[in-house]
């Protein structure tokens, strides 16, 4: 037995000492090279002197010259097929009329996404952009404080080896460039997913939060559509545990926990915060870790030391499978709202104007109350479309009445003003408006609306009653007329008045509708360390991916201790540094288990 | 005693990069020129080495390498050292 045992490790290290060694060597020489690998069956040989009859020594070995136009010296050889490369390589290292034998390296071009939107995307590669659209200042970045993606998709791009449970308000799994990358949870979940607010299969966002933070993940790369994502192809299995207004519970947080290790998840993602130490969850992501499973979360957006008396769960639990993510804006500061802590925040990413996927769109309708000039509302007197000058500017404003703010409003009077606009389907939608008014006692102005056309006020809904004088201009206002959408809405306002007269009246600016829907196509920019997170999760997805071997522990391990060092960080994570998907991918732990056999 | 035969093995690494083409393990024992043990073929880069050693204690530590650098080329990077292991040949 013990004879056997030597006798394979002599024959391993036989192959170790001859052709593949010095195989290895070669292409150590060689390395300022990009890329990996090379051309099986295929060298390239110097000569030390083309006069030497290159052709001839090539040929003499069974081999043959790949026409090139490189210098004289050198050939590029196809080898028989009978050979490998560590084979041929040996035929001509010894060859005194050769300089140097080589694999025919493989290269190629760095790869960048060719989506329609890829420029925006600052955190994958920072050329010092201003983002469009943007809701964070500063807004103007320093090119190169990214994730070095660009460097990492050179060697990795699908990440859909792993599933990525995003927890989360849900996903909109057909947005266009998240429809691709979700997961298939076959018959039992044919919506790519679950939903424990609802109770159902289907986890349908319907706050918008959720799918923004898949995209960051996984939106689909390179298909010259929106956006991309860490993963250019990913497997994002949706788990609604927040409602459309973004709440959520211990039941809904620690059922999608669970879930999600029950069906294959190895990486989870929380851009999710509450200031209790709750031990159900904290139980559920223990019981994660010994399903390997890494789970990501965000720090929270107060501004707050969270080991310092404000803490934020899950963050701050400490388990090994977890990892707490703050963020940084296009300059690599902390983040203005961003949390930190010394012993419970662990790294750092990218988290302001953040451009993702959306799931809804909002449509707005702004209204001027007139066409050249005139009131193009219907009107039996009283009101008028006029400017009013607000500062330094001027505004139409719809007003009662015409010479507003000069004059008084008539008395007596019972004077309707009221539009028809066609609303486009959606979920939702609200009526805004400012109002300035001065009303006698008893005198008044009501809003209204009703579904259809014609005088809401004689069939409608009531919204408001002002009365009293007003500060100045006040509002806006914003009223729920979601029964609207789809259909044609009529807004009209009344003005009712006594026998007395004598007050200014009213002047309504600033009028909008905004009706807010389900979106496929749809785009935009948060800030949030709920968009940090999910840049960790893609990366902890990628790492594994390309690691197969790698365990959630390896995982956040690659992420912590190979990121790069960012002074806003220092004393404020675990480990004061920002993610970095290169270095994490080339991050190698030392070697373990060494033991010596005596022979 | 005279020189002797010494296996050392160690826990085969994670990484992909290690178990690749330019990737691989380097042993260091006190005094001696490292020895490379690059991936060869197949799944995984061999994870032993023999060697002969004289009478005496030697340190050894053995770093993974893989083809990858954090500059995103494919310039060697080396992780850290493991845990010396003392071998003492009588």
């Given amino acids: ?599 | 005693m005279g020189p002797a035969a010494v296996t050392i093995a160690w826990a085969p690494s994670r990484e992909a990069s290690v178990n690749r083409p330019g990737g691989g393990y380097e042993v260091a024992i006190g005094g001696l020129e490292p020895i490379d043990v690059p991936y060869a073929s197949g799944t995984a880069a061999p994870t032993s080495t023999t060697v002969t050693l004289p009478s005496g204690t030697h340190a050894v530590t053995v770093r993974a390498y893989g083809a990858l650098d954090a500059t995103g080329g494919t310039t060697r990077t080396f992780s850290a050292a493991s845990q010396v292991l003392a071998v003492r040949l009588k």
Avoid at chain 1, 188 to 193: L, Q, S
Wanted: aromatic fraction near 8%.
């Fill in chain 1, 1 to 599: 037995m013990i004879r056997a045992s030597i006798a394979s490790l002599v024959a391993v290290f036989l192959l170790i000492g001859d052709d593949v060694g010095r195989l290895a060597v070669v292409r150590t020489a060689a390395a300022q090279r990009v890329g990996t690998g090379y051309v099986e069956g295929e060298l390239i040989v110097r000569f030390k002197s083309a006069a030497a009859g290159p052709h001839a020594a090539v040929a003499m070995r069974g081999h043959a010259v790949v026409p090139s136009q490189g210098a004289a010296n050198w050939v590029h050889v196809r080898v028989s097929p009978a050979e490998s490369v560590a084979q041929a390589l040996a035929t001509y290292r010894n060859d005194p009329a050769v300089e140097s034998v080589q694999p025919n390296y493989i290269y190629r071009a760095h790869a960048l996404p060719n989506d329609a939107q890829v420029s925006q995307l600052w955190a994958l590669r920072n050329t010092g952009q201003a983002v469009v659209s943007s809701s964070y200042s500063p807004n103007a970045g320093t090119a190169g404080d990214d994730m070095n993606l660009e460097r990492a998709w050179d060697h990795i791009t699908d990440c859909s080896s792993v599933v990525v449970a995003v927890l989360d308000s849900g996903i909109n799994y057909n947005h266009e460039d998240l429809a691709p990358n979700m997961w298939a949870g076959g018959s039992a979940f044919p919506r790519h997913g679950t939903d424990f607010v609802d109770n159902d299969d289907d986890p349908m966002d319907a706050n918008g939060h959720g799918t923004h933070v898949a995209g960051i993940i996984g939106a689909m790369g390179n298909n010259g559509t929106g956006v991309a994502g860490i993963c250019w192809q990913a497997n994002i299995m949706a788990v609604r545990v927040l409602d459309a207004q973004g709440f959520g519970t211990t039941a809904s947080l620690t059922q999608g926990v669970n879930f999600a290790v029950g069906h294959g998840a190895k990486v989870i993602n929380m851009s999710i915060g509450g200031a209790s130490f709750d031990p159900v969850l904290s139980a559920a992501i223990a019981d994660a870790a010994t399903k390997d499973v890494a789970v990501i979360v965000a720090a929270g957006n107060d501004a707050a030391n969270v080991d310092g008396g404000a803490a934020e769960y899950p963050c701050a639990f400490k388990h090994a499978n977890l990892l707490c993510v703050t963020a940084l804006d296009q300059q690599y500061a902390l983040a203005a709202f961003a949390n930190y802590g010394a012993a419970s925040v662990d790294v750092g990413a990218p988290g302001t104007n953040i451009l993702s996927s959306a799931a809804l769109q909002t449509w707005n309708i702004t209204d001027g109350f007139n066409t050249f000039g005139a009131l193009d509302w219907t009107s039996a007197g009283g009101w008028a479309s006029r400017p009013l000058s607000l500062g330094a500017r001027s505004i139409d404003v719809l007003a009662n009445p015409a010479t507003f703010p000069s004059g008084t409003y008539a008395s007596g009077a019972d004077q309707r003003v009221y539009k028809a606009f066609m609303l486009p389907p959606g979920t939702s939608a609200t009526l805004s408006f400012s109002v300035q008014h001065a009303l006698l006692s008893g005198d008044s102005l009501m809003v209204g609306y009703r579904v259809g056309t014609g005088d809401p006020f004689a069939s409608g809904a009531l919204l408001q009653t002002f009365t009293g004088t007003s500060n100045g201009t006040m509002g806006p206002f914003v009223y729920d007329i979601s029964a609207c959408t789809g259909s044609p809405c009529t807004v009209g306002f009344r003005l009712s008045s006594g026998a007395a007269s004598g007050a200014q009246g009213v002047a309504i600016s600033a009028f909008q509708i905004n009706v807010t829907g389900p979106s496929n196509v749809s785009y935009r920019v948060l800030n949030g360390t709920s968009m940090a997170a999910p840049q960790a999760s893609g990366l902890a997805a990628m790492l594994r991916a390309y690691n197969p071997q790698y365990t959630s522990a390896d995982v956040i391990n690659a992420i912590s201790a190979s990121g790069r060092p960012v002074a806003s960080l220092a004393g404020r994570t675990t480990s004061g540094r920002a993610i970095d998907a290169m270095s994490s991918l080339a991050h190698i732990n030392p070697p373990t288990g060494l033991a010596a056999t005596f022979h």
